[in-house]
Each structure stands twice: as structure tokens, then as C-alpha cells.
């Protein structure tokens, strides 16, 4: 278990990180304040890997197996309404996704395993940058974070508002959504508004495009395959009696599986060029998979699952939830090491039950205790002595 010397450690350390959030590839101050105190646990410490990450490793014995653990550093371009007394002193910018508590327990298991880990192995600690724009995994993973710092398994957690305070869930196969985001234009003819016949409205064609495009879904893959698309933004250059010449339609895409994110693509593109055709324009589709789906691997969940249960006993481990339709950017890790993606219980009350990117949301400070000894509990499991 974790002393509560340190669970109040951890407490400060993480309301100073919510105190002061910056945004992805920007976080200096929590990369710097990161890799001192991990130096300070007397661990082997790498700054700079991938922009701002910080990578921590710990040897103990002999053992050649190695696991590795993430925590994400970012916050998000909101401004705080809530008011505790950490509350963000950076307008427009706070830790609405609790990512200030993802890092501070990490850090917590770092220091009780520097101080009393019981295994034969390497722990590697990964602090990633700009996990809200999907692109610090990846920069890390360019970087060469797993060839520099080679690992079995790879394993990350994140906390869930309205699920009880300090309970599990995770699941095999696919955990969270791929997003996509579309950008379509369409290139059309403007005109008089009392004649349309002379020119090809964008606005009309952009109109079936909408209605088009929520048919991708419910008609054009398998009802077994979970997917979303929605066109949020629809932009224009009419005017007041005059036919617009051209539109813009923008949206966002999500996908269980590559497999259904790529029917998604091929259909916008089918339809796109028929509508196309039907109407004389030229509409150019501009599809980039930002984040890809997350994936876990059976034998990690296996492994993860029992060490959470070891935690907070099995009635408070759910090993097979419902996957999750937001994206991860843990998933380009998951993708180069077999991984697990953990949910922990942020709480149901108060702040601590506002949904995640809530300008009101604060982490549960409660949860830090657990989260770290789930964490030093894997290790220790997986690296064991005998």
C-alpha cells in the first residue's frame, strides 16, 4: 500500500501542476519539475524525448524483463470556472481532463518503488506530452522511446468521471475510438438567387451531403461494427441574393476498429464523388485519422486486472466494460508494444463527477493512493522476484 506520507506528497504535487497547466508540447515547467523529482527518487532520467517528454527508469537486480507505464502532462485551452483553491492561475488554460492527477500518481509509484519495489526487472515511467492532439505518442515513439527504452508491455490509465471513486475497469479488444477528422468542399457555381437554374448551389448540394453522410452509419456498415460521423461545421460564401459558390463541411469521425474507420472513409469518398456527379461540382475530401483505435491486448488486461484487483478487491474490478467511443493517443503505443488502457473511478459527486473537458471538472485527489498502488502492484507482479 502507499504510505500516506507520500498520498499527501502527491497531493501537493498535483494540485501545483493543476495550478499551473500548459498546453501540448508547451509543458516546460511540468516536464522540468517531472524529471526532478524522479532524479530526486534516484531514478535514471531522460528529458526531451519526443518535444517535453520525460522518460524515468528504475533497475533492480538482474532481470531482463522491462514494463513501462504512461501519464499524460497536457492541458486544455479552457478557461476554470470551478473554484477550488488550486484552481488554474493560467487564463484559458486549465487541467480539465485530469491529466495533473494521471502524472502525480505515476509519480507516486516511481517513489514508493525507488523506496521499497520488491521485483527483479526495469520500470520504465513515461511522461507524455500533448496527448489532447493526438501527436506527443507518437513524437515519443519517434524518438525512439521503445528502442531506447525497450519494454514487454506498455500500460496507461485514465480516470472517468461518474464511476465509483477508486474502482476499474478495462476490457480486451477495443477499448477506445479512432477520430477522424473530415474536411469536404465542395466547388460549386454561384449565382442570382431568382436564377438558380444558371449556377449550382453549394448550399443545396452541401444540404443532401449532410443528410448523405448520417446514412454512412445506419446503412453503409455492419451494425456490429461501432462507428460515428457528424458534420459540425457547415461554412459558406453566400450572401444576401446571392447563391453560394462554394462550401465547406467539417465533422469528425470515430471508429472501434481501423477496419471500420477505412469503410467510413471509402463510403464519404463513394458518396462524395457521386454527389459530384450528380451536381456538376468538384468536392474534395480531405480525411486525417488523428488518433487510431486503441486495442488491448488480452494478456496485459489479464495482468492488469488482477493487479487492480489485488487493489481494491474483485467486486470493483470490471474486466469487461463497454468500450468507449472517446479517442487516446495512448493507442500509437499500444500499437508498437502490447498494452492495456486501465479506467479508474474519478467519483460521482461534485466536481469530481463534471465530464472530462468540463470547464468545472476537478480530479479526485481521493483516488491518488489507489491509482499509484495498482500501479506499483502491476510491477511488482509482473517483474516478480521468484
Known amino acids: 500500500m502507499i504510505a500516506p506520507d507520500l498520498i499527501t506528497d502527491m497531493t501537493g504535487w ?8 500548459e498546453l501540448g508540447f508547451d509543458e516546460h515547467r511540468t516536464a522540468a519539475r517531472v524529471a526532478e523529482l524522479l532524479r530526486g527518487f534516484g531514478l535514471e532520467v531522460h528529458e526531451g524525448v519526443g518535444g ?3 522518460v524515468g527508469v528504475l533497475q ?4 531482463e524483463a522491462s514494463v513501462a507505464f504512461r501519464a499524460d502532462m497536457d492541458a486544455l485551452p479552457i478557461t476554470e470556472t470551478g473554484t477550488p483553491d488550486w484552481r488554474s492561475e493560467h487564463d484559458g488554460v486549465m487541467h480539465a481532463c485530469g491529466h495533473d492527477g494521471h502524472t502525480s500518481m505515476l509519480l507516486g509509484a516511481a517513489a514508493h518503488l525507488a523506496r521499497h519495489g520488491d521485483f527483479n526487472g526495469r ?5 507524455q506530452p500533448n496527448e489532447e492532439h493526438g501527436h506527443g505518442a507518437a513524437a515519443m515513439i519517434k524518438d525512439g522511446l521503445f528502442t531506447r527504452f525497450a519494454a514487454d508491455q506498455v500500460f496507461a490509465m485514465h480516470n472517468i468521471p461518474g464511476m465509483p471513486a477508486g474502482s476499474f475497469a478495462t476490457r480486451a479488444g477495443p477499448i477506445t475510438a479512432s477520430e477522424s477528422l473530415f474536411e469536404i468542399t465542395i466547388k460549386a457555381r454561384g449565382g442570382h438567387a431568382a436564377l438558380p437554374h444558371m ?6 448540394v452541401g444540404a443532401q451531403l449532410v443528410s448523405a453522410l448520417q446514412g454512412i452509419v445506419s446503412r453503409a456498415i455492419d451494425p456490429a461494427r461501432n462507428g460515428v460521423v457528424s458534420v459540425t461545421e457547415f461554412i459558406t460564401d453566400g450572401r444576401r441574393n446571392v447563391l453560394a459558390g462554394q462550401a465547406v463541411l467539417k465533422g469528425d469521425a470515430r471508429a472501434l476498429g481501423d477496419d471500420t474507420n477505412a469503410a467510413i472513409e471509402a463510403a464519404m469518398r463513394r458518396i462524395c464523388a457521386g454527389m459530384a456527379a450528380t451536381h456538376g461540382a ?8 488523428v488518433f487510431p483505435a486503441l486495442r488491448n491486448d488480452a494478456a496485459a488486461v489479464g495482468a492488469a486486472v488482477a493487479a487492480a484487483q489485488s487493489v481494491a478487491g474483485k467486486g470493483r474490478v470490471n474486466p469487461a466494460c463497454d468500450p468507449k467511443l472517446f479517442s487516446e493517443d495512448f493507442a500509437h503505443m499500444a500499437k508498437a508494444v502490447p498494452g492495456c488502457f486501465m479506467l479508474i473511478g474519478n467519483g ?7 465530464p472530462l473537458h468540463a470547464s468545472d471538472y476537478d480530479f479526485n485527489d481521493e483516488i491518488l493512493g489507489s491509482g499509484s ?3 506499483t502492484a502491476l510491477t511488482e507482479q509482473l517483474l516478480a522476484t521468484d
Open 52 to 54: 517535453t517528454g520525460v
Open 199 to 204: 449556377g449550382v448551389d453549394a448550399i443545396f
Open 60 to 63: 533492480r537486480g538482474n532481470g
Open 14 to 21: 498535483r494540485r501545483d501542476f493543476h495550478r499551473h497547466p
Open 348 to 354: 460521482t459527486d461534485g466536481a469530481c463527477a463534471r
Open 373 to 375: 498502488a495498482y500501479i
Open 123 to 127: 520500470a520504465v515511467f513515461i511522461f
Open 282 to 289: 468538384e468536392i474534395i475530401v480531405d480525411y486525417d485519422t
